[in-house]
């Protein structure tokens, strides 16, 4: 994903190898080289503006270090801001005290909600938690059967409006998809399932709907994490979209999806600086273990590599 701003920071610091001292000049030059790559990345402007201010500061007041030569040190700082950026260290999810710990999934249609319904369900499984699915997306044809067919793979079961009720993709009304969520919330604390994770429905844009929709499943199922899941190949839009979701539903922490991608990457640097809320996990592919939970310094050593 991050292959060419990779490459255009690493040159940029090759230029910068040859150097004894750094002149106010040379820093500069760097730092504008870093905007540039950023911008070009997506990366959203004010991250980018904020980002290279430190930058420079930073590289300007440092300390001559007899271990590291100035690229080096300026290296250390990009590599330092990038971290920062990202969200500084990893936030595990939030257990509530008393199971169910309730998992809402919001984000766009096509963002990778259901595909990462599975993802998290079978990491939780394989650390010995019992979770239960819950499909309350019941705005796309298909969503509750792909829901399904993930659990199966997951291995973990799913609970789904019965057929011929008004939840139901089939019955040919509009199912209700707050006492999907509800009831399914009850049936994961009689069986002691003792995570439950929601899927919602998503709309190609952000909507007034589905923003009501979303908050109205939020309050009756009062989730312990809110994980707003972006596809981070959706460039610029990434920040607008984030910040509707933030405003519309509020969320507690990030899934970037679809890191695997060739895009250029801005919406994955971008989306932890302009909401504020931590990135919690990484998907990277279409299959259930293609998921990680995601670190801010691997991903900023993987850029800086
Ligand atoms: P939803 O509408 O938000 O529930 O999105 P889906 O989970 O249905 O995913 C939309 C499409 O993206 C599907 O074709 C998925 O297989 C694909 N997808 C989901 N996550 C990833 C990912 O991390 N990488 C790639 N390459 N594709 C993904």
Not at 11 to 30: V, Y
Not at 136 to 161: H, I, M, S, W, Y
Request: proline content about 5%.
């Amino acid at each position: 994903m991050f292959a060419t701003l990779s490459d255009r920071l690493t040159s940029t610091f090759k230029n910068l190898r040859t150097k004894g001292r750094l002149s106010e000049a040379d820093i500069d030059a760097t730092v504008r080289e870093i905007r540039r790559a950023l911008l070009d990345a997506d990366v959203a402007v004010q991250v980018v503006r904020a980002f290279t201010s430190t930058v420079r500061e930073r590289a300007l007041s440092a300390e001559v270090s007899g271990a590291l030569n100035p690229a080096q040190q300026v290296v250390k700082i990009v590599n330092e801001e990038l971290v920062a950026i990202l969200g500084g260290d990893n936030r595990p999810l939030t257990f509530a005290k008393a199971p169910p710990t309730v998992i809402l999934l919001a984000g766009l249609q096509g963002a990778g909600k259901t595909t990462l319904a599975g993802k998290l369900a079978l990491h939780l499984r394989g650390q010995g938690h019992t979770p239960l699915l819950v499909a309350a997306d019941l705005q796309r044809p298909n969503a509750v059967t792909q829901l399904k067919v993930v659990g199966e793979r997951a291995g973990v079961p799913v609970f789904a409006p019965h057929p011929g009720t008004a939840g139901h993709e089939g019955a040919g009304v509009p199912g209700d998809p707050v006492a999907v969520a509800r009831d399914g919330l009850a049936t994961a604390r009689s069986r002691q399932h003792d995570v439950v994770i929601v899927d919602t429905a998503g709309r190609l844009g952000v909507d007034a709907e589905l923003m009501q929709q979303a908050s109205d499943i939020r309050d009756a199922v009062d989730p312990d994490e809110i994980l707003f899941v972006i596809d981070a190949m959706i460039g610029q839009d990434a920040v607008a979209t984030a910040q509707a979701f933030a405003d519309g539903v509020g969320f507690t922490g990030v899934v970037l999806s679809k890191l695997d991608g060739d895009a250029r990457g801005g919406a994955a640097l971008s989306v932890a600086s302009v909401t504020g809320r931590p990135i919690l996990f990484a998907s990277t592919g279409e299959k259930l273990t293609d998921f990680e939970v995601f670190h801010p310094d691997r991903m900023a050593s993987r850029i800086l590599d």
